[in-house]
């Protein structure tokens, strides 16, 4: 079946620093890639996404590209603030009609971004 | 703007009792879902729905009821609460089945079973 699999955490980085977060996935055919964040008692909010293969997701100054060759979508952001303290999961959606919005959900990096 | 609507936020229960946790949008979505989150295991797909009067299994079902009588609301019901199922659970839910479909997350319900 379909997995993702993302770096563990926690993730402790001074503000400006540079992150990645790797991610890699498994899955049949072409399916949609997902960034959700989790900010701290709050629920998932959609990051970014990408939904065929070169292309890359952008927001917020976060970034990813969707690699087929590697089955990569990691994630990227050139200077984090403190703000950007959160719960980084990412997702998978499948490629079959059918499957349409089941995700299929890393176990979630911890990012705590300090002064 | 409400969005997902969950309710209630904390709960504690004991072991055998049943309870409901209520799930509603006002986004007009045909795709709702319930998910829940534990450590180390990021979210696992409980049961979903596609439309009015269709529910179907997710990754992991068992112990959970769902039915979807309207569009807006999808509760999720727990028929006799054992301890593994602490967690804490959100409901979700999207547009029309598509790729890449932007999926929307409630605020979460943290249910505790002593």
């Known amino acids: 079946g379909d997995s993702v699999t993302q770096m563990e955490g926690p993730v402790t980085l001074s503000e400006e620093a540079f992150l990645t977060i790797n991610c890699t996935y498994t899955a049949t055919g072409y399916p949609s890639l997902f960034w959700y964040v989790q900010y701290p008692g709050e629920g998932l909010q959609l990051l970014l996404k990408?939904?065929?293969?070169?292309d890359k997701g952008s927001n917020k100054g976060f970034e990813a590209t969707y690699r087929k060759e590697t089955t990569s979508f990691h994630l990227e952001k050139g200077s984090v603030q403190v703000s950007d303290s959160a719960v980084y999961f990412c997702?998978?959606?499948?490629?079959?009609?059918?499957?349409?919005?089941?995700?299929?959900f890393g176990t979630g990096t911890q990012l705590k971004v300090e002064l | 703007n409400a969005g997902v609507t969950q309710t209630p936020k904390f709960q504690v229960l004991k072991t055998g009792q049943s309870m409901t946790l209520q799930c509603a949008q006002d986004?007009?979505?045909?795709?709702m879902s319930w998910y829940r989150q534990d450590p180390g295991m990021g979210l696992r797909l409980i049961h979903y729905?596609?439309?009015?009067?269709?529910?179907d299994q997710g990754e992991v079902p068992n112990g959970y009821n769902v039915s979807r009588s309207t569009t807006e609301d999808f509760p999720l019901r727990l028929l006799s609460a054992a301890p593994s199922q602490t967690s804490v659970y959100f409901c979700?839910?999207?547009?029309?089945?598509?790729?890449?479909?932007?999926?929307?997350f409630g605020e979460g319900s943290w249910l505790t079973v002593v």
């Open positions: 986004m007009n979505h045909e795709y």
């Open positions: 997702a998978l959606s499948p490629f079959f009609t059918g499957g349409g919005n089941k995700l299929t």
């Open positions: 979700a839910s999207g547009d029309r089945e598509g790729r890449g479909n932007t999926i929307y």
């Open positions: 729905s596609v439309g009015a009067g269709i529910t």
């Open positions: 990408a939904t065929k293969a070169d």
